[in-house]
């Protein structure tokens, strides 16, 4: 290779005899990439392409900042774009003590559920310590560590899972 592109790798699944791989992958030699979280840190603009014609996009916040930096930024930088985006109001109150399950709905634009990885529903009182025991710049994490986290996460999806269903539903409802 006489020059690479930024984002561009070796297809690894090129010319691989796998029924379960779509075709489309096996075809080409390279691939190219993009890292869907580069500009707000939560891949918003990756799914945002005109296109794409979004109905829902399902956040679930695991930034280090506070919990609603993502989907704030992605509203001002859709607004300033003039990309279709809900508006998105947090009472201040949230912003310290987050729920676990927030909607955003807007005129043409996507439905976005944001669900903060701690909250007070999966963290009790405890989301400042959750916080600063999982950040995202430190040593790898021990087994219990990971272990423990991924009970957090996981609580957001079954404690919100019919609020899912039902955020999905109205979705496809609203796009026939």
């Avoid at 109905?55 to 930088?77: G, N, R, Y």
Wanted: with cysteine; hydrophobic share 35%; proline share 6%.
């Amino acid at each position: 290779m006489a020059q690479w592109i930024w984002g561009r790798k070796y297809n690894f699944l090129h010319n691989m005899k796998d029924k379960a791989v779509p075709a489309a992958l096996l075809k080409s030699e390279t691939r190219d990439y993009e890292d869907g979280g580069l500009l707000l840190n939560s891949p918003y603009f990756s799914v945002l392409r005109g296109e794409r014609n979004i109905d829902l996009i399902i956040s679930l916040d695991f930034s280090e900042t506070e919990p609603f930096t993502t989907v704030t930024k992605a509203a001002e930088m859709c607004k300033k774009l003039k990309i279709p985006f809900p508006e998105v109001n947090i009472p201040n109150k949230d912003i310290i003590k987050p729920k676990d399950f927030y909607v955003f709905k807007g005129q043409n634009t996507p439905t976005v559920i944001h669900i903060p990885l701690f909250n007070v529903v999966n963290c009790g009182g405890d989301i400042e310590e959750w916080r600063k025991k999982y950040h995202t710049f430190q040593g790898p994490y021990s087994a219990e560590m990971i272990t423990d986290l991924m009970e957090v996460a996981g609580k957001n999806i079954t404690n919100n899972k019919d609020n899912l269903l039902e955020q999905i539903r109205l979705a496809i409802k609203r796009h026939k």
